[in-house]
T-cell receptor
Framework: DAGVIQSPRHEVTEMGQEVTLRCKPI?????LFWYRQTMMRGLELLIY????????DSGMPEDRFSAKMPNASFSTLKIQPSEPRDSAVYFC???????????FGAGTRLSVL | KNQVEQSPQSLIILEGKNCTLQ??????????LRWYKQDTGRGPVSLTI?????NTKSNGRYTATLDADTKQSSLHITASQLSDSASYIC???????????FGAGTRLTVKP
């Protein structure tokens, strides 16, 4: 299996622009998680899905952030409009069993100028 | 205040030496505790997961311990290798297992 695939690996954009991060989970995994990691705050859970349905989005920082999972093999995290403080590494993870055993993608490094 | 505190923040050791990383938590009610290894530029990879009844669990040269009474966990690395250089993150789950709390991580550097 190719593992969790995220794209792009790096994204540089200007403040105010829309940013879309993509994730393909491992086939057969029913859970999908989006995380943000910064030096200041460490790893933070933003939202997670089970069977394509958002279960907990309490970590989504504000209305500028939205996540969708239109099918079992694809999810997006969108930031509109982006701000410099959104600069971070965004990870996607998937799991067959829930939050305990998660497999992480390589991450997308976002820089908002 | 973070409910999961890791120490030290960073650590430098020589190849072949042992080291121990600490994780103290105040998360309650406790469900389980996980240790992740994160290489630079990569996503975290699970090393161990421990529930309330488990005191120790090993994964190769990595051994995790858990004292649920004192709410402390440690990750011991034996005979360190250069490839052990990474950040180690402690994650504690609470309640119905859907509430995760993350430590800030310990940055380990193994030098030749």
């Amino acid at each position: 299996d190719a593992g969790v695939i995220q794209s792009p690996r790096h994204e540089v954009t200007e403040m105010g622009q829309e940013v879309t991060l993509r994730c393909k989970p491992i086939s057969g995994h029913d859970y999908l998680f989006w995380y943000r990691q910064t030096m200041m705050r460490g790893l933070e859970l933003l939202i997670y899905f089970n069977n394509n349905v958002p279960i907990d989005d309490s970590g989504m920082p504000e209305d500028r952030f939205s996540a969708k999972m239109p099918n079992a093999s694809f999810s997006t995290l969108k930031i509109q409009p982006s701000e410099p403080r959104d600069s971070a590494v965004y990870f996607c993870a998937s799991s067959r069993t829930g939050i305990n055993i998660q497999y992480f993608g390589a991450g997308t490094r976002l820089s908002v100028l | 205040k973070n409910q999961v505190e890791q120490s030290p923040q960073s650590l430098i050791i020589l190849e072949g030496k042992n080291c121990t990383l600490q994780c103290n938590y105040t998360v309650s009610p406790f469900s389980n505790l996980r240790w992740y290894k994160q290489d630079t530029g990569r996503g975290p990879v699970s090393l161990t997961i421990m529930t309330f009844s488990e005191n120790t669990k090993s994964n190769g040269r990595y051994t995790a311990t858990l004292d649920a009474d004192t709410k402390q966990s440690s990750l011991h690395i034996t005979a360190s290798q250069l490839s052990d250089s990474a950040s180690y993150i402690c994650v504690v789950s609470a309640g119905n297992n859907n509430d995760m709390r993350f430590g800030a991580g310990t940055r380990l550097t193994v030098k030749p």
